[in-house]
């Protein structure tokens, strides 16, 4: 089998890191399926795998081919095996998830090179996808299954204008589209949390109106974080100084600035790579920034070192819901220690009882129903998982929390839930979000303002209405044109 896989057969995994080799450069991993199904020499494997790079959209993929998957972005990572995938133009191609973790011009991009190779090669391709819009410009045939039957078959046009399956019009109703609310995403008759709060507030079953923003929590002065870019030249010559000058410095963030208002949700767009997620790492204070200001609440709190930060008393007051529900629990806990964890180390809660009862009423909060609590994360869903998560962001009643691509993973019926989930808490609890996407229809529902990045820079911010409805940046029109919607 080890002939036909990567050759023949060849498979674009859901988890992009956990795919790669952690402690292998990435262009040494392509080279190594370039050279085992004899595609390159050693002598040309560099070359090719620098080309398969190139042809998903890396920028600067000469750069990137040294590097290792903990050095590159979630997106980044995508785009590796993507082209891994792809470096053997295989015979049939399954795709898991392909572009989760991609933003929608290099979906774009990615999805047309898989097209143009099936009719090239007259390749086959199974992809795997909770993205409807993508399958419908993607797809000759649409498969639909749940709890492992196939419940709908039709041509992709077909399934989408006449669903006949209830669950594929429950899927279809839970797509986020133009004209769209939240709440529209639901199944009728669905409310936002499965189980009531202990306080009972009302305005999970409808949008809230939203309340007005207040002042200023967290104000942004021209951001910069800059990396050193790895030494050219052999030992020898570094060591006997003949080795070229050192390079510039790497800005993966340029000068950057914005504010974040009490209970506003602030939208992070662009694409894989342009500084979004080592933003969002910066203001949660898990990196320190090269220059500029991060004032929380008045107080620069990006003088304050990251390795120090756990002991600030702002650290309560931010909090981060991760990308990958998964990775970012620990695989030992259980849903309740991972909830009271924060609690533990900042909070003042104490006693077995005082602290379980805290840990049920989060659970319940964010719809996870209770008795799931005692459960070690691989017995738990991936929407449960998120819940999870977001019940840990909130444990110590942050003012800020920052979402990175928090439904990511997530098909659109769970994405729904907790979408409508986020913005009810963020409601009632006074909360400000910085939300990182890459789905802009989501971003659309969500944001009350909008900042799109590009290359460590932002090129365009202003409100969701203004910059996604009359984009005013070129950026930002492509951005939207890419977006691959499913038939009306």
Known sequence: ?????????????????????PIRKVGRQIEDVLVQHVQATRATAREKAIEALEKVRIARPEERYDAYPFELSGGMCQRVVIALALACQPQLLIADEPTTGLDVTTQKAVMDLIVELTRERGMSTILITHDLGLAAAYSDRVVVMEKGRVVETAGALDIFRDPQHPYTRKLMKATPRLGMSLQDLLPDGREVRERPSP?????????????????PLLVVENLVKEYPRPPKGSLLARLTGKAEPEAQPFRAVDGIGFEVRRGETLGLVGESGCGKSTTSMMLNRLLDPTAGRILFDGQDIGAIP????????????????FQDPTDSLNPRFTAERAIADPILRMGKIRGRAALRARCEELARSVGLPTELIDRFPHQLSGGQKARVGIARAIALDPDLVILDEPTAALDVSVQAVVLNLLDELKQRLGMSYIFVSHDLNVVRLLCDRVVVMRSGRIVEQGTAEEVLGDPKAAYTRELLSAIP???A
């Open 1 to 21: 089998m080890r002939d036909l896989r990567g050759r023949e057969i060849s498979m674009i995994f859901q988890n992009p890191r956990a795919a790669l080799n």
């Open 199 to 215: 306080e009972g507030e009302a305005g999970a079953a409808g949008s809230p109106a939203r309340s007005p923003l207040g002042p």
């Open 306 to 321: 990251a390795k120090g930060f756990a002991a600030s008393p702002f650290r309560q007051r931010i909090q981060m819901v």
């Open 485 to 487: 919607h499913p038939p």
